[in-house]
């Protein structure tokens, strides 16, 4: 009397889902930019609270003073200066005072950091093509080619000084 039906569910064709996914996945992975991090390497020196520091006196002709201006204009020693000769007037000035030199620099909060970034970039390519120079003349090879040990004796000779003015706010809040 009561006789049940089976009842078939309609089955949905899922064979091409799987090709569609991956299409989808391929455009996804073609049409999406990615984005690649720019940073600075630096090693900082290791915080150590019983060693200070104490501030030394260094000759007016020893700093060579760059600055980033609000406007992402580069100057120095208060004049402009293109970053594409940034390189050179940095590899005259440490070449003419050696190992005494100081490179200050100062960026406004205001700049662009990309432009600081491009500064940095064109400061590093200059003390490594004193590096590189000097590493030809002494060792006969560039100085990617260099030892470890040949490196430091490099890195001691041309040694990376730069040193960074953070600005002042009013109120006395950097």
Do not use: W
């Given at each position: 009397?009561?006789?049940?039906?089976?009842?078939?569910?309609?089955?949905?064709?899922?064979?091409?889902?799987?090709?569609?996914?991956?299409m989808l996945l391929i455009l996804f992975l073609v049409t999406?930019?990615?984005?690649?991090?720019?940073?600075?390497?630096?090693?900082?020196?290791?915080?150590?609270?019983?060693?200070?520091?104490?501030?030394?006196?260094?000759?007016?002709?020893?700093?060579?003073?760059?600055?980033?201006?609000?406007?992402?204009?580069?100057?120095?020693?208060?004049?402009?200066?293109?970053?594409?000769?940034?390189?050179?007037?940095?590899?005259?000035?440490?070449?003419?005072?050696?190992?005494?030199?100081?490179?200050?620099?100062?960026?406004?909060p205001q700049a662009s950091y990309d432009v600081y970034f491009?500064?940095?970039?064109?400061?590093?390519?200059?003390?490594?093509?004193?590096?590189?120079?000097?590493?030809?003349?002494?060792?006969?090879?560039?100085?990617?080619?260099?030892?470890?040990?040949?490196?430091?004796?490099?890195?001691?000779?041309?040694?990376?000084?730069?040193?960074?003015?953070?600005?002042?706010?009013?109120?006395?809040?950097?």
């Amino acid at each position: 009397m009561f006789r049940k039906e089976r009842r078939s569910v309609p089955q949905l064709n899922t064979t091409s889902t799987a090709d569609i996914s991956f299409m989808l996945l391929i455009l996804f992975l073609v049409t999406t930019s990615m984005d690649i991090d720019k940073g600075l390497s630096r090693q900082l020196p290791p915080l150590d609270p019983v060693m200070e520091q104490q501030p030394t006196d260094v000759e007016e002709g020893q700093v060579l003073r760059l600055k980033i201006e609000a406007d992402n204009n580069l100057t120095c020693e208060g004049e402009p200066l293109l970053l594409s000769q940034l390189r050179k007037r940095v590899e005259d000035f440490v070449t003419k005072r050696g190992k005494d030199h100081i490179l200050q620099l100062e960026s406004s909060p205001q700049a662009s950091y990309d432009v600081y970034f491009n500064v940095q970039n064109e400061i590093v390519a200059a003390y490594n093509a004193l590096r590189d120079a000097q590493a030809r003349m002494r060792f006969g090879k560039s100085f990617s080619r260099c030892s470890e040990e040949e490196r430091n004796v490099l890195r001691e000779a041309v040694p990376q000084r730069v040193s960074e003015v953070y600005p002042q706010e009013e109120g006395g809040e950097p």
